[in-house]
């Protein structure tokens, strides 16, 4: 029979480079600890509505990736295209808006898009992202984009780009749609059909087009950020100096629109010449509407995502320490037919105290035992035959070094532990 494979766009995550996961996971954790960020864990499924409503429904998101279905009650459920809408969904579900302000929110979750896999690009794929409500100072801007950077230069990572623009509020992006559909409407005709669907409602979102024509026709359009107001334009100043006082060196990419409907003034997105064709590692950016958008009481918000593929690809084309496989402490090899229960009295107690122990359960000679041994990288062993039983004394093996010190079984515990 033939074996069943994984789906394509979809990859496991084998015991061989899961360390590597782990590792980045657990220095994202420590980092943004640091700025106090909570975790917060939200479910894998959601109403299709608070995507429709929360990430819009004339993105590309919404409009062509998201993999929904109905459930045997009728119901449209989709499985989370990105984290954001879940995690304001839960805010206002349980009314952390009540609590101290602002908040700080971090996830580490799966997300799941029907796009054409490629390098970079998958159909079940990993973010870290943090959300923060309540606070509208540029200050938290700047903060966002600084840990963001904190994070991937604690990697060692290089060749990153911070790309920042700001793309107004909703006041000063309706005059600047009108001006936008004046420019479009000659071209009309021309655009590819999703577009000519945002034309009239979210003509912004046609700038953000993959379609080759539809790019072309944007590259002459009027530019947001020329078109925002004082009040935007003010905010965008004041990150700019903030990121000045982070040392962190930007360049205004006055083409990010970003691929989410939800964002207001600041968008950002931090991309790496390590990376090919698909070279955001990091995207996020301010959205102060999506709060009340998803039926709360108005509240700023602020947030990003980062891909953790595009970040561990990034890592490897670098070539930057990512962590080592765990080892066994110690195997435990025995000898002789009456030392086995021995051997499990003391391996239990070698992981009681927090050592990592490993033992033969093939019946293997003590030559096949100490090949395995070897196999797996333990860092030591200890051979139990009846002597070692009788005096209480053995040899501990430094498999690296292939030296052996006579101990007893005590003193290995105080040792490893
Ligand atoms: P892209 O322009 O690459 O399509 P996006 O704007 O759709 O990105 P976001 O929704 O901002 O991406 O998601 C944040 C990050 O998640 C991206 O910068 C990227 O690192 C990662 N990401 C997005 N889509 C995928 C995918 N299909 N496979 C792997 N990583 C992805
Ligand atoms: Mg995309």
């Known amino acids: 029979m033939k074996i069943i494979t994984a789906l394509k766009g979809t990859h496991d995550i084998l015991p061989g480079e899961v360390f590597k996961w782990q590792y980045v996971e657990k220095k994202i954790k420590e980092i943004t600890e ?38 045997k009650g009728g119901r449209s459920l989709t499985l989370r295209p990105e984290g954001t809408a879940g995690v304001v969904r839960s805010f206002l579900e349980h009314g952390m808006f009540a609590d101290a302000l602002p908040k700080k929110l971090f996830y580490m979750i799966t997300c799941y898009r029907n796009e054409k896999p490629q ?10 992202g943090v959300e923060v409500f309540g606070a509208k100072s540029p ?6 984009i600084s840990m963001a950077v904190d994070i991937l230069k604690n990697f060692g990572l290089k060749n990153l780009v911070v790309n920042i623009n700001s793309i107004g509020c909703p006041a000063c992006r309706k005059a600047y749609n009108d001006k936008l559909r004046e420019y479009l409407r000659p071209y009309y005709n021309e655009l590819c059909d999703t577009c000519k669907t945002r034309f009239e409602k979210n003509p912004l979102r046609i700038l953000d087009c993959k379609s080759d024509v539809c790019k072309k026709i944007g590259e002459n359009a009027p530019v947001l950020i020329d078109n925002i107001c004082d009040e935007c334009s003010e905010h965008f100043e004041k990150l700019k100096n903030e990121l000045k006082t982070y040392n962190i060196d930007y360049v205004i990419n006055k083409s990010i629109v970003r691929g989410l409907d939800y964002y207001t003034k600041t968008v950002f997105e931090i991309t790496s010449s390590s990376l090919g064709a698909q070279s955001t590692v990091c995207g996020g950016g301010r959205y102060d ?18 891909g953790l593929e595009r970040l561990l690809m990034c890592m490897e084309a670098e070539g930057v320490y990512m962590g080592e496989p765990s080892k066994a402490d110690i195997f435990v090899a025995t000898l002789g037919e009456n030392t086995a229960s021995y051997a499990t009295g003391f391996i239990k107690k ?13 019946d293997r000679g003590l030559k096949a ?5 070897n196999k797996i990288g333990a860092k030591y062993s200890v051979v139990i035959g009846d002597d070692e039983v009788q005096k209480g004394i ?3 093996k430094n498999m690296e070094t292939g030296e052996s010190e006579a101990t007893t079984f005590d003193e290995i515990i105080e040792k490893l532990k």
């Open 119 to 128: 390098a970079g690009r998958y159909r079940e794929f990993r973010q870290f």
């Open 34 to 71: 640091k700025y106090r960020y909570e975790e917060i864990r939200i479910p894998v499924f959601e109403y299709t509505d608070l995507f429709a409503r929360g990430v819009g429904d004339t993105t590309d998101v919404v409009q062509k990736e998201m993999y929904t279905f109905d459930d």
């Open 369 to 373: 035992q100490m090949k395995y041994a």
């Open 394 to 396: 053995c040899n501990l």
């Open 139 to 144: 200050v938290l801007d700047a903060e966002i």
């Open 350 to 362: 070698l992981r009681d105290n927090g050592i990592c122990a490993e033992r033969d359960y093939m």
């Open 289 to 306: 509407g999506l709060v009340e958008e998803l039926g709360g009481n108005p509240l700023p918000g602020i947030g990003f995502a980062m």
